[in-house]
């Protein structure tokens, strides 16, 4: 299917700027309100945050550091942290702060925002990928090291979309060492991390790894438009310039809102792990008796699995539309994925089984299988 999976390429302006296809697609069938959703990619979290005090006042003031929420969430100094509207004007502002005028190695698959928000800035792109296995997806690392010698900037999410599986320990020291010699700096998608309580932040890792996240996905705060990032005190002080340029100060309610519940935040990651200990073997098997291998990844709140021989835009736009079924072809995040199809399975226990159970129908309607 292509022209869904993002684009790379060289700088893009006014007609050239490349569509996030995966939204023009979703937001459509999303407001179709099917009944049987599978496709959210964060959890739905329901959210009661009763009465906030002075939310509409200025948060600002000589004892107020609006830093010190992530500060305490990290264990980390406020001057290694800047704010943002979310993770994708996270991406754009590490983008500019870090950058050094190179090219920019972007990971596939991914989602679009990750991988062609460099071209709007004016930076060339550069695809680079990680290969499935019956687990972890893995790094080429013949191919990565060549595209590296040839750039300044590399772009990845650990959690990679539309999987859910994380770089193994060994592909994740071999990147971070190999970027250190080659001098690339690395903007690192996190925000899917808060799900992995073993996580690590690749911050942690040296002054060239920075760390971008937000409020969105695994704590269900999207409408906040709530984000971070982390890096060196030097990249920093080229947010906070480029942050004010492009927005000025953060919101007021904003800020007094994640205040009133960071003493909560726990409360969705907890959430998650019941889902998952209970939506995921109900998954596993439909799938099982679909003859369908998959291994689910040992954190997070979305996975994927190939559906051999079944073109699943076609299908979910299809078969699935007849029975009220939404879940996402994996055609949106790379070049060959047309087999696969991403599964959210972050909603309560009881809706996900009645749709895991149409799921089921329609895959083997899809699959031919009597």
Not at 18 to 27: D, G, R, S, T
Request: hydrophobic share 40%; proline share 7%; net charge negative.
């Amino acid at each position: 299917m292509a022209g869904y999976y993002p684009e790379t390429g060289g700088p893009a302006r006014g007609s050239m700027i490349p569509p996030v296809a995966y939204l023009k697609w979703y937001i459509p069938r999303l407001k179709e309100q099917r009944p049987h959703n599978l496709s959210f990619s964060g959890l739905q979290f329901p959210w009661e945050l009763g009465q906030v005090p002075d939310v509409w006042r200025d948060h600002r003031g000589p004892s107020i550091d609006e830093r010190d929420v992530v500060s305490e969430m990290y264990g980390i100094p406020v001057e290694n942290i800047h704010l943002c509207l979310g993770a994708t004007q996270g991406i754009n502002l590490a983008i500019s702060a870090a950058s050094r005028g190179g090219k920019v190695a972007v990971e596939m698959p991914s989602y679009g925002p990750v991988s062609q928000a460099a071209r709007i800035l004016g930076l060339e792109t550069i695809a680079v990928h990680r290969l499935p296995t019956s687990g972890a997806w893995i790094i080429d690392r013949n191919e990565w090291e060549t595209t590296l010698s040839n750039v300044d900037l590399l772009m990845v999410t650990p959690q990679l979309n539309p999987v859910g599986w994380s770089f193994t320990d060994d592909d994740r020291n071999w990147l971070v060492e190999k970027c250190k010699e080659m001098d690339v700096r690395i903007i690192s998608d996190e925000v899917y991390a808060a799900a992995d309580r073993g996580w690590k932040p690749m911050f942690t890792q040296g002054e060239h790894c920075i760390t971008l996240s937000s409020l969105t996905k695994i704590h269900g705060l999207g409408v906040l438009r709530y984000g971070w990032i982390i890096a060196s005190e030097e990249i920093i002080s080229n947010v906070a310039n480029a942050f004010h340029n492009m927005e000025g100060m953060m919101s007021s309610p904003t800020i007094r809102i994640v205040d009133h519940i960071r003493n909560r935040l726990d409360e969705p990651v907890q959430l998650i792990e019941k889902y998952r200990e209970q939506n995921i073997p109900v998954l596993k098997k439909a799938l099982e008796r679909l003859g369908i291998e998959w291994t689910p990844p040992p954190s997070g709140v979305f996975g994927a699995f190939r559906v051999p021989g079944v073109d699943t835009l076609e299908m979910i736009d299809t078969i699935g539309k007849q029975h009220g079924l939404l879940a996402v072809p994996g055609c949106m995040f790379g070049q060959g994925m047309d087999e696969w199809l991403r599964i959210g399975w972050s909603i309560d226990p009881i809706s996900f089984t009645k749709a895991v159970d149409v799921l089921e129908t329609v895959l083997r309607t899809a699959m031919d299988i009597p």
